[in-house]
């Protein structure tokens, strides 16, 4: 699956808000909502925050992906914040986040929930790319560089 099919402009945000790992997943967490396949916000909040008191979903290299499973959303909702200022998210290298993908599946879309966490681990590995989704313009150019870095997948 790729990263490119699962999400859409509208559910990119460049410029965070919030500078801390509670805040800018509830940001996104209501932008995957405003798609309107995420039916119970708290509930999938609640998932999301579960989930990170297990261990931090900041992999590294300036990147998270915090991500839930719940009977209330419909499918694979992927939203992506970018910002350019610190999030202090408490990652595995203990360095600062500035691109957070988040990621809510429908309970049973086990498989393709995992290969998505498995693609986005792997795409941001590369230095070129996190730096140009920071430097992004907007909603829509960030997107066209995911699709653009995905061609040759």
Known sequence: MKLSSVLAPERIKLGLSGSRKADVIAELCDLAVASGRVHDRDEVLRLF?????????GIGHGVAIPHAQSDSVEGIVVALGVSRRDIDYDALDHQPVH??????????????????????????????LRARLIDAGSPG???AIIEDEERDW
Do not use: C, G, N
């Open 49 to 57: 925050y579960a989930r990170e008191e297990l261990k931090s979903t």
């Open 99 to 128: 691109i957070v993908f988040l990621i809510a599946a429908e309970s049973h879309q086990s498989i393709p929930y995992l290969s998505l966490l498995s693609r986005i681990s792997r795409l941001m590995r590369k230095d070129d």
């Open 141 to 143: 150019e960030a997107l």
